[in-house]
């Protein structure tokens, strides 16, 4: 079965950035939009940023102008670049695959610890 597979979390101080990156271990057909969400302690799990196909992009309001996605269509892999981080950006962050016959994500990844202190 394909996973997604996340890579690049970690603990960085505030003002700091991160890339993310998220693969898929196999073919996975017919991909239309890619995302990235997060999910902080005792809070509600929020979708961060979305890429579709086309390549259109967008973001929470929380994250404008601070955090980019993109895609490589070529290795099925969705990045996330998080620049001037937050301590309020502290979160597991979950990578996602939609596929064209879907209205929601059909594939999750295990999740990447990103921690902004000092």
């Known amino acids: 079965q394909v996973q997604l597979v996340e890579s690049g979390g970690g603990l960085v101080q505030p003002g700091g950035s991160l890339r993310l990156s998220c693969a898929a271990s196999?073919?996975?057909?017919?991909?239309?939009?890619m995302g990235w969400y997060r999910q902080a302690p005792g809070k509600q799990r929020d979708l961060v940023a979305r890429?579709?196909?086309?390549?259109?992009?967008s973001y929470a309001d929380s994250v404008k102008g601070r955090f980019t996605i993109s895609r490589d269509n070529a290795k099925s892999t969705v990045y996330l670049q998080m620049n001037s981080l937050k301590p309020e950006d502290t979160a597991v962050y979950y990578c996602t695959f939609r596929t064209i016959l879907s209205n929601t994500p059909d594939y999750w990844g295990q999740g990447t610890q990103v921690t902004v202190s000092s």
């Open positions: 196999g073919r996975i057909f017919g991909i239309s939009a």
């Open positions: 890429i579709t196909s086309g390549g259109s992009t």
